[in-house]
Every structure is written in C-alpha cells, then in structure tokens.
C-alpha cells in the first residue's frame, strides 16, 4: 500500500495537509523526525500513516490515560489494530496485553512513560520487532515547558536498551525554541527532520472583551451557543464551582473540573464533557490536557491567564476539527492581580539556586506582561499572537474582536509628554500605578508616603481619571515609547521614543474603539458574536442543509450512546457537514466524503446514507451555498463539486422526460435534473429556468400595489406559459407560472445537446 493508499482506506482523507509527507516521506527514509505542529493540524497522521506502512510495531510514548484510550478508541475505529498499556490497567490485564502484543497482534501500541523501565514491558520490547517510537506531547521533556515530566526522561535510556535501534519521531504543539532544542537534545535525535509549521489556526476567533458583569456575559453566551458544546477556563476553583452551581441551576448541562475534587469525580467529569453528556465544562487549567474532543466551539477564559503559552494552548482547545469556533478572553484588571500574586506565591521546585529562582520569576512576569498586552492590544490579536511566537506576520487576519472593531484616532502628544515628564520626574523609581495616581492627582495613603503631591507633575492630568491615564501608559508600552523593568516591581522606564516625543519628533495616536460599540450591552455583545458563530455553517450550507446536519448529529448521538464511544470518534462535525454537503446516496459517494474510511464505511455508511435518502426523498437536492465567501477546506471542496459542465441532457435522455399537464419551474427542474447524468453535468433550478423565459420575453415581473407579480407576455401565452394560483407555506394563496405541455416541450428541447 502507499502512503496516500493508507490515508483513504483507514482515515477517508484523500490529501494530506501542510507538513503531513514532509513527516511521513522523513520517517519512511529511516530517519529520525520532529514536528512541531499546532493543535488540530493533524499530527497523528504523521506517525499512526507510517506506522502501518513498517514493518514492525509502532510504540507511542503518551503522558496521559485519557489521551491513549482516545486514540486507541479512535484507531479501532478505523480497523486499526492498536492497544495501550498503562496504569488503568489491571496486571492481569497489562500481562495479557503484552502477550498479545508479543504475538504481533498490535500495529501501534501507546505506552506510559513509566512503564518504558518495567520488566515486563522492556522483556516484551526487547524480543519484538519495534520500528518506530514516537514521542507524542515531546515538550513534557522540557523542564521549560509547563508540563514538564520526569519520567519523560527514561525514554532514551529504553531506546539505548533495545538491539535494533528503531526510528525515533517526535511531536508537539508548544513552539518556542528553548522547548524545541530541550527536545532536540534531550531525545538525542539523529539528524531529524525538523518541520515548524505555521501556528495559525484560521478557523478561530480571537477576542478579548473587558466586561464589568462576567456572570451575565457567559450566562448570555452559553445560552446564545445552545447545543454547542464549549470550555470555560476560571482561575480558582471558587470560580469554577460559583459558576458551575449557576449553570447547574438554570438547567444547563454542565460539568467541572479542578484539583479540589476527586480523582473519581474528575473522570466523571471528563467523560461526561467527552461524551457530550455536559456541553459545558467549568474548569481550572487543570483540565485539558489530553482532550482530543474535537467538537469544541468556544473556549472562554474567564480570567486572564498566566501567560500566552497557557492561553494559547488553552484556546487551542476549540476547533481541532477545523470547523469555525471562538476563543474568549474576558479581562479585568483585577485578573493582572491575582497572576501576579500567583505568581509569587508559587511553589519552586526544591533544586532551584537563588539565581535560578530569579531567572525564572523574570520569565514569569515577562510572560504576565504579554499576555497583559494582549488583552489591552488594539493591534490584530492574531497576528499579536503569532509575533510573539517568532512568527511573521502577515495582513490583519479580520477574524478577531480588533479586526472586527472600528477605532477612532485620538493625538494624546500632550498628555504624553506629561506622562514622560512625570517618569523623569520620579527618577523611573515607579510603577505604573504610582505614576497613573500621581498625574491623576489622587490622594491615596501609599501616594502621601512617597511624597508626590510636592512633584510638579502631581496632578497635572488631574481632568483625567486614573484608570485613562493608564490606559494611555499602557498604549505608550504597547508602541514602546515606555518600558517596564521585567520584575515584579515593573517600573516605568523612558525609551529613545520618549526622547523623541519630548523632543517634539514624534506624535502619539491612540485607537478608541468607536463610541456605539463600546456601549453595546453585555447581552448584545454575546449574542453578536453568537450570530457570527452561527453564520459559519451556514456559511457553507443552507436551511435544508442545516436541517439534514441536525439529523445526522442525531443519528451520531443514537450511534454512540448504543457504542458507548464518544460521538465525535464516529464522525466529527466536520465530516457532517461535508455529507451535507456532498449528500450522498450511494456507497461510491459516501466514500468521497472527507473522513469516511473503508471501515467506518462498514459500520455506519450504510445508516447515515439511508438518512440523507429519506431526507431528500431519494432526491439529492443541494443543501450547501456555492460560490465567494471564505475558501475553508470546505467551499474547496463544495467547489469542486461544482465542476461540472452546466446542465444538458443528450437525446436519449431527454426522450425520457415525463411530460404532465402542468409543471411549475420547479417541477420541470426536478424532473430535468433526474434524468441527468449527475457525475458529469450540473443542475438546473426552477430560477434558472424562469430567468431563461424572461430572456425569451415570454415573462416580466411589475409592481402591483407594492407588491412584484409576475407577467406572461403574448408570446409566452402562445408558447404554453399560463398563471395559477398556489399556496404559500403559511398558507397564503399567490400566483406563480405554470408550464402546459407545449411549454415543456420547448424548454426540454432548448437543454438537448445532441452527442
Ligand atoms: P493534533 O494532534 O495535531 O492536534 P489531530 O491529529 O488530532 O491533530 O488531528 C486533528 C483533526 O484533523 C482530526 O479530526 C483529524 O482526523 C483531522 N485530520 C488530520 N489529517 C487530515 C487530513 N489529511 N485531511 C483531513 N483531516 C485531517
Ligand atoms: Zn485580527
């Protein structure tokens, strides 16, 4: 089999994304590979392809149970034999897994790193053939990383142990360079293929909002985004449990997740969020890692997290099936607080010097600081994002709350310069909030003890209230003109820019977000964004299509509860909509659809095309908009669906046609396109068929009473067009055109191409 052979038979993909044979080509050439890749790019494809093309057994090292037992469910599947062993198996059960595996019964076996250095399972490695050990998760072996494990460290010790030495791959969503050269390192790579790709994940929204009521923003959004499934990231497990309490009582089906509960309690949890039994998860940053769920629409962090890395790690969450979905940061100053104390109050791992210690407190609150920027930026917060991770950044991305956000300029040159003034002033001995209070002019306790009120500047932006004059430093930090020390005392210190501005050579321009938008209410905020949510789909399929995906979603939910798996290992929402799409009727088409492989064919093809049957009557209608809009993998492939030469029927065909005494446009359309062949020629609409009698002068519409009514000119009377009555949906008679026989005949012969 080849590779592209293996990717349609058990995954039903028929291309391979960014990065994938980059990988897979590496890999194939016995050579050692690194992929660093963002969540939902698709990185198991890049072993799981290989790892049925070997020879031998494919070992997957994985830090967490719940991350096996999700791709081993999602291998099965595909008809892949695969296994895990790890703790949450029994020994009896662990000893008969190796046994099995011995007698070459797994293609791919995930392991625990602990496991790597047990007897059993080293005796069992030692005497199978193992071509590959893939390290999925590989920033767990960086102590710069924020899931750095230990026992990560044992798998070059086992390779070392092993005869032949197999190929060693590795993979991992977090990008910076500390964390890949750790990786490099550590793992001891032979001249690996290393592939970086891009960290952007188009399919996202990016918004920060800065609300007072962060209760009723979510209670809205929550109810806005019924029936979707979505994360809530809080700080504390106060807030997760305040919050969940509130859900729980409005009816909404919420789960929680934090350190405070039980480990049972916790796997319930889990599971009831993954098997869409809860649609809303409540949680600290202790959840997450490991969820493979892909039907993720939002992720909402309800405090501002420690840095971008969580966030965006966090925020990734959403969307690993690329289907549109949003990441919401609700900021309030207040969060900056409490990381901060977080912060100093972490616990430090004992082997730490005291120059240690402070390398890794100033990272800390460097990373506190860009996330702080973050949420205040008015700049694109994509392409904020994709900065700081060492990445170019291209045009405004117009998929974030700044894109979508109209600004109105404002010169604050002058109060700039008092701003500066001030930091001179007080020998850049301050914080921001010293200086904010002291222009301001506020007489705080803290204020009197350092004795600023006898400065000059005291109060010399006294027509201001402090939080503005912070907002302007913050703007100042932004575009640099200030700088703060990357300690926890973050004083404000002047840049070359400052000079510049004292000096007159330079203006500064702030952004105001335009005054209506700013005042939108909580409720209108949510359900705005709610609204461009839902646009989305509906982007790509119409009301009947939407209608048909509600169905299969429901058909998925019947197939997974009697499967006891979670519905998105049957099908994600993405290859849902792709059936919406592409409606199959017949197992040929159903295996064009993108994610049907051969074996989910064979479990669930013939149900889901049995609903799309009845659905349409056994008619496939189109339940998708062709044409401009976002070029999502999804409108390519509507597209190309399109390519087909435009509606025609040949002789023989069109003898067939089953002339009646009256047709509406529609009708005729029907009963054209049946006799069509589907794979090669488009369909024609009833419009399409009106519009041609109005190019024929057979009919015109006027204004009647306000209202369009449609016209038959004499010439069309002639031809066999006459007006009917019909009855609207709600009941209501109006007229349409009907087509006699003689009509029928004509526009029959005006589609016949003789061949
Ligand atoms: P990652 O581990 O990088 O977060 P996954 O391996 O979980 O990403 O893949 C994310 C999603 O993309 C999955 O639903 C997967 O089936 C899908 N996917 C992967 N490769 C392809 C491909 N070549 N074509 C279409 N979908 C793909
Ligand atoms: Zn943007």
């Given at each position: 089999?080849?590779?592209?052979?293996?990717?349609?038979r058990?995954?039903g993909?028929?291309s391979?994304?960014?990065?994938?044979?980059?990988?897979?080509d590496?890999?194939?050439?016995?050579?050692?590979?690194?992929?660093?890749m963002?969540?939902?790019?698709?990185?198991?494809?890049?072993y799981?392809?290989?790892?049925?093309?070997?020879s031998?057994i494919?070992?997957?090292v994985s830090?967490?149970?719940?991350?096996?037992?999700?791709?081993?469910?999602?291998?099965?599947?595909?008809?892949?034999?695969?296994?895990?062993?790890?703790?949450?198996?029994?020994?009896?059960?662990?000893?008969?897994?190796?046994?099995l595996?011995?007698?070459?019964q797994?293609?791919?076996?995930?392991?625990?790193?602990?496991r790597?250095?047990?007897?059993?399972?080293?005796?069992?490695?030692k005497?199978?053939p193992?071509?590959?050990?893939?390290?999925?998760e590989?920033?767990?072996?960086s102590?710069?990383?924020?899931d750095?494990?230990?026992?990560?460290?044992?798998?070059?010790?086992?390779?070392?142990?092993?005869?032949?030495?197999?190929?060693?791959?590795?993979?991992?969503?977090?990008?910076?360079?500390?964390?890949?050269?750790d990786i490099?390192?550590?793992?001891?790579?032979?001249?690996?293929e290393v592939?970086?790709?891009g960290?952007d994940?188009?399919?996202?929204?990016?918004?920060?909002?800065?609300?007072?009521?962060?209760?009723?923003?979510?209670?809205?959004?929550?109810r806005a985004?019924?029936?979707?499934?979505?994360?809530?990231?809080?700080?504390?497990?106060?807030?997760v449990?305040?919050?969940?309490e509130?859900l729980?009582?409005?009816?909404?089906?919420?789960?929680?997740y934090?350190a405070?509960?039980?480990?049972?309690q916790r796997?319930?949890?889990?599971?009831d969020f993954i098997?869409?039994r809860a649609?809303?998860?409540?949680?600290?940053?202790a959840?997450?890692?490991?969820?493979?769920?892909s039907?993720?629409?939002?992720?909402?962090?309800?405090?501002?997290?420690?840095?971008?890395?969580?966030?965006?790690q966090?925020?990734?969450?959403?969307?690993?099936?690329?289907e549109?979905?949003e990441c919401?940061?609700?900021?309030?100053p207040?969060?900056?607080?409490?990381n901060?104390?977080?912060?100093?109050?972490?616990?430090?791992?004992?082997l730490?010097?005291?120059?240690q210690?402070?390398?890794?407190r100033?990272?800390?609150?460097?990373?506190?600081?860009a996330m702080?920027?973050?949420?205040?930026?008015?700049?694109?917060?994509?392409?904020?994002?994709?900065?700081y991770?060492?990445?170019?950044?291209?045009?405004?991305?117009?998929?974030?709350?700044n894109?979508r956000?109209?600004?109105?300029e404002?010169?604050?040159t002058e109060?700039?310069?008092?701003?500066i003034?001030?930091?001179q002033?007080?020998?850049?001995r301050?914080?921001?909030?010293?200086?904010?209070g002291?222009?301001?002019g506020?007489?705080?306790?803290?204020?009197?003890d350092?004795?600023?009120?006898?400065l000059?500047?005291?109060?010399?932006?006294?027509h201001?209230?402090?939080?503005?004059?912070?907002q302007?430093?913050n703007?100042?930090?932004?575009?640099?003109?200030?700088?703060v020390?990357?300690?926890?005392?973050?004083?404000?210190?002047?840049?070359a820019?400052?000079?510049q501005?004292?000096?007159?050579e330079?203006?500064?321009?702030?952004?105001?977000?335009?005054?209506?938008?700013?005042?939108m209410?909580?409720?209108?905020?949510?359900r705005?964004?709610?609204?461009?949510?839902?646009?989305?789909?509906s982007d790509?399929?119409?009301?009947?299509?939407?209608e048909?995906?509600?169905?299969?979603?429901?058909?998925?939910?019947?197939?997974?509860r009697?499967?006891s798996?979670?519905?998105y290992?049957?099908?994600s929402?993405?290859?849902?909509?792709?059936m919406?799409?592409?409606?199959?009727l017949?197992?040929?088409?159903?295996m064009?659809?993108?994610g049907?492989?051969?074996?989910?064919?064979?479990?669930?093809?013939?149900?889901?095309?049995?609903?799309?049957y009845?659905?349409g009557?056994?008619?496939?209608?189109?339940?998708?908009?062709?044409?401009?809009?976002?070029?999502?993998?999804?409108?390519?492939?509507a597209?190309?669906?399109e390519?087909?030469?435009?509606f025609?029927?040949?002789?023989t065909?069109a003898?067939?046609f089953p002339?009646g005494?009256?047709?509406?446009?529609?009708?005729?359309?029907e009963?054209?396109?049946?006799?069509r062949?589907?794979?090669?020629?488009?369909?024609?609409?009833?419009?399409?068929?009106?519009?041609?009698?109005?190019?024929?002068?057979?009919a015109?519409?006027?204004?009647?009473?306000?209202?369009?009514?449609?016209?038959?000119?004499p010439?069309?009377?002639?031809?066999?067009?006459?007006i009917?009555?019909r009855?609207?949906?709600?009941?209501n008679?109006?007229?349409?055109i009907?087509?006699?026989?003689?009509?029928?005949?004509?526009?029959?012969?005006?589609?016949?191409?003789?061949?």
């Amino acid at each position: 089999m080849t590779k592209y052979e293996v990717l349609k038979r058990y995954f039903g993909y028929s291309s391979f994304r960014t990065g994938q044979e980059t990988m897979i080509d590496a890999i194939m050439a016995g050579r050692d590979a690194l992929g660093i890749m963002p969540t939902g790019a698709g990185k198991s494809i890049c072993y799981q392809v290989p790892a049925l093309l070997l020879s031998g057994i494919t070992l997957v090292v994985s830090p967490l149970i719940s991350l096996m037992k999700d791709q081993v469910q999602a291998l099965n599947q595909a008809g892949i034999h695969a296994a895990y062993i790890n703790s949450s198996l029994t020994e009896g059960q662990v000893a008969k897994a190796l046994r099995l595996a011995a007698g070459g019964q797994y293609k791919i076996i995930y392991v625990a790193p602990e496991r790597l250095e047990t007897y059993g399972f080293l005796q069992f490695a030692k005497a199978a053939p193992i071509s590959m050990l893939t390290v999925d998760e590989a920033h767990c072996i960086s102590q710069w990383g924020q899931d750095f494990r230990p026992s990560y460290q044992k798998i070059v010790p086992f390779v070392k142990q092993l005869e032949n030495r197999p190929v060693v791959s590795a993979f991992t969503a977090t990008a910076t360079t500390e964390v890949k050269d750790d990786i490099l390192c550590v793992l001891g790579l032979r001249q690996p293929e290393v592939l970086v790709t891009g960290f952007d994940r188009k399919n996202l929204y990016f918004a920060v909002e800065k609300k007072r009521r962060k209760d009723a923003y979510v209670m809205d959004y929550i109810r806005a985004h019924e029936g979707e499934s979505g994360i809530i990231y809080c700080a504390t497990r106060k807030n997760v449990d305040q919050l969940y309490e509130r859900l729980v009582a409005e009816g909404i089906p919420a789960a929680r997740y934090h350190a405070g509960l039980g480990n049972q309690q916790r796997q319930q949890s889990q599971e009831d969020f993954i098997y869409d039994r809860a649609l809303v998860m409540l949680a600290t940053n202790a959840f997450g890692m490991g969820i493979d769920k892909s039907n993720v629409r939002y992720v909402l962090h309800y405090n501002m997290p420690q840095s971008l890395e969580n966030y965006y790690q966090e925020a990734g969450r959403a969307g690993r099936d690329g289907e549109p979905s949003e990441c919401i940061l609700l900021y309030s100053p207040q969060d900056v607080m409490i990381n901060r104390y977080l912060i100093e109050h972490k616990e430090e791992p004992e082997l730490l010097d005291e120059e240690q210690r402070q390398a890794v407190r100033e990272r800390d609150e460097k990373r506190l600081w860009a996330m702080e920027r973050y949420c205040m930026t008015l700049q694109c917060l994509r392409q904020y994002i994709l900065r700081y991770f060492g990445e170019q950044a291209g045009p405004d991305c117009g998929n974030c709350s700044n894109c979508r956000q109209e600004f109105e300029e404002v010169d604050i040159t002058e109060q700039a310069v008092q701003i500066i003034r001030c930091v001179q002033e007080t020998h850049q001995r301050y914080g921001i909030n010293v200086i904010a209070g002291t222009l301001a002019g506020s007489d705080r306790a803290k204020l009197r003890d350092y004795g600023v009120s006898a400065l000059s500047s005291y109060g010399s932006l006294s027509h201001m209230t402090e939080p503005a004059v912070k907002q302007m430093m913050n703007h100042m930090l932004l575009e640099q003109d200030l700088a703060v020390t990357p300690d926890k005392y973050a004083l404000v210190k002047l840049t070359a820019q400052a000079v510049q501005i004292l000096n007159g050579e330079r203006r500064v321009i702030q952004k105001h977000p335009k005054a209506a938008a700013q005042e939108m209410p909580e409720q209108m905020a949510a359900r705005n964004s709610a609204k461009a949510a839902a646009m989305r789909r509906s982007d790509i399929l119409n009301s009947r299509g939407l209608e048909l995906f509600e169905q299969l979603r429901s058909l998925r939910t019947q197939i997974a509860r009697e499967e006891s798996l979670p519905p998105y290992i049957i099908f994600s929402d993405k290859v849902l909509v792709d059936m919406c799409v592409k409606a199959p009727l017949r197992k040929e088409e159903m295996m064009q659809v993108n994610g049907v492989g051969e074996h989910k064919y064979e479990k669930y093809g013939e149900r889901f095309l049995e609903k799309i049957y009845t659905f349409g009557n056994g008619v496939r209608e189109k339940y998708y908009f062709g044409g401009a809009g976002e070029t999502t993998e999804l409108f390519t492939q509507a597209k190309s669906v399109e390519k087909k030469v435009d509606f025609y029927l040949t002789n023989t065909q069109a003898e067939q046609f089953p002339y009646g005494q009256q047709y509406l446009a529609a009708n005729l359309a029907e009963a054209l396109n049946s006799l069509r062949d589907p794979k090669k020629v488009k369909k024609i609409s009833g419009a399409e068929i009106y519009r041609m009698m109005q190019a024929k002068d057979y009919a015109y519409e006027r204004k009647v009473d306000g209202k369009w009514q449609k016209i038959i000119t004499p010439q069309g009377a002639q031809a066999g067009l006459f007006i009917g009555t019909r009855l609207s949906k709600t009941g209501n008679e109006y007229e349409d055109i009907y087509y006699n026989e003689h009509a029928q005949r004509m526009i029959v012969a005006e589609f016949v191409r003789h061949e």
